[in-house]
């Protein structure tokens, strides 16, 4: 009999890895989300996060882009980004919450520390889950991925979403829980908590180690 489970390690073929949100626009202090804060509130509500993210999380996402890539298994993202200059196609939320990163803009680019190559896919959404508002599944079928590991910004929102999708549409979902942020220590426990019965949960190191392993 067939034992079912998600805690399984990835097979090379087939998996890939995808960074969600790590652009500008949220990742940088001038980038759209921070610009028109104060440095005072930018660093009440938002200090810890960057901490987090120049200390551990981007370095984390670095050694994952890294460890995919010399094993030439697909690694894509995801970045907020509409596909008009005045946002008119956003989705209904994001016109609600003021999220407009135009067509084209500094803001939808990914930081400069995670660059994507020539060959490397950037899907452009225009809602919380990239699986709602792009063809991802579509390529990621074509590609022949069946195991997605997720890392990325915001653990609770974004990221949350795209494991949710992603799992209902039939992936194995690996989170890996130190290369994903949100805005407080308390927000990202609850969310890796909320979310570990839709993905296998483990640690950047694991990863690697597990991928350092793999033979074509």
Same mark, same amino acid.
């Given at each position: 009999m067939t034992v079912l489970s998600r805690n399984i390690p990835l097979e090379q073929h087939q998996s890939g890895l995808l960074f969600i949100d790590v652009q500008n626009f949220a990742a940088k202090r001038d980038g759209g989300e921070f610009k028109d804060l104060s440095d005072a509130d930018f660093e009440k509500d938002y200090g810890?996060?960057?901490?987090? *993210?120049?200390?551990?999380?981007?370095?984390?996402?670095?050694? $994952?882009?890294?460890?995919?890539?010399?094993?030439? *298994? %697909?690694? $894509?993202?995801?970045?907020? %980004?509409s596909l008009t200059l005045d946002g008119r196609d956003r989705s209904l939320d994001y016109k609600i919450t003021g999220f407009n990163v135009p067509k084209g803009s500094w803001d939808g =680019?990914?930081?400069?520390? $995670? %660059?994507?190559?020539?060959? %490397?896919?950037?899907?452009? =959404?225009?809602?919380?889950?990239?699986?709602?508002?792009?063809?991802i599944d579509y390529v990621l079928r074509n590609l022949g991925v069946k195991q997605l590991v997720i890392s990325g910004i915001i653990t609770d929102q974004c990221v949350e979403s795209a494991i949710r999708d992603a799992c209902d549409l039939g992936y194995l979902v690996t989170q890996v829980t130190d290369a994903c942020a949100t805005y407080s220590q308390s927000r990202h426990d609850n969310s890796l908590n909320t979310i570990k019965g839709y993905c296998r949960q483990v640690t950047t190191a694991q990863l690697i180690d597990e991928i350092d392993g793999l033979n074509a």
């Open positions: 810890w996060f960057f901490e987090q *993210m120049q200390r551990q999380v981007v370095p984390n996402m670095q050694k $994952l882009q890294q460890a995919f890539r010399a094993k030439k *298994m %697909e690694v $894509l993202y995801t970045t907020i %980004e =680019k990914v930081i400069d520390e $995670l %660059e994507p190559t020539d060959d %490397e896919i950037v899907f452009p =959404k225009s809602s919380s889950s990239v699986f709602v508002s792009t063809h």
